[in-house]
C-alpha cells in the first residue's frame, strides 16, 4: 500500500501522502481510502485512491478522522470544521471525475458529541453525549434519522455493531448496572436484551443512578452523576 522506494523530498514531489499515524485504511475492488497527516498538527486529511492510483482529497474538512465499514459502505467521522463531530459517507466506487461520492449523513449538532460510530447494513448509527447524558441514533444512507433512543439515566453505549439482520447491537452499563447487552430493530426501535454480565452478591435493582444539575460558584451548570444504593438517606 504505497510503497515507493524513494526519499522523502521524492515523495513530497509526487505529492503523495504519507498513511497518519494510527491511521485508517480500507480498500474495496482496487480503490483505497485512508487517513494521511496533514499540515495542521493534530488534523488528518482523507485520501482517496482510484484504481489508476490517482491521489484525490474527496471534500471532507481535515481533523480527528475514524472509519466504519460495512460492505460496500464506508462512513467517516470527522471533527473538521465540527468540534463536536459529523460523519460523511463514501461510496468507494469512482465517478466519472474520478472522485467518489461523498456526502454529510450526520451533521453537527452543537452541544451533542457524536462518540463511536457503527456502519449498518443500510444506515449508520452513532452514539453521543448531549447535555451531559448518553444517546443513540440511527440515520439512513440519505441522512434521514430513523431511530433515537435515550435514557433518564446516565451511562455508556459501547461496542455497537451490525447484526447480520439489519439490526443493532450494543452495550450498556452505569455505574450501578453491569454490562448489558442489547440489540435495536432499527425499523420498529424496539429494544431487546440479549445478555447480561451477573455479578454474585450483586443486585442493581438495590442501587439508583441519578443525574443531578450543581451550580457552581460563578453560576455554571455542571452536570453531576450520583449512585447510591436505594435505601441510603441522602442528607
Known sequence: FLA???????????????????????????????TANSTTYGAESVIFVGPDGKQISPSIPEGTASFSTYGANVFVKTNGQAPDGRVFHVQMEPQADGQPKVAEVVPHIEGRNIGSVAALTDGVAVSFIENGMPGLAVYGLDGALKQQVTTPEPGVYSAMKAGSDGSLSFNWSTLGQPTVQKKLDVTTGAITETGE????????????????????????????SIAHRKDLKLD
Open 4 to 34: 515507493y522506494d524513494l526519499s522523502d523530498d521524492e515523495i513530497a514531489q509526487k505529492g503523495d501522502r504519507r498513511l497518519a499515524y494510527d491511521g485508517e485504511v480500507v480498500e474495496r475492488n482496487g480503490s483505497v481510502l485512508y
Open 197 to 224: 454480565t451477573m455479578i454474585p452478591g450483586f443486585n442493581p435493582d438495590d442501587y439508583r443512578v441519578e443525574r443531578k444539575l450543581y451550580t457552581s460558584t460563578d453560576g455554571t451548570q455542571v452536570p453531576i
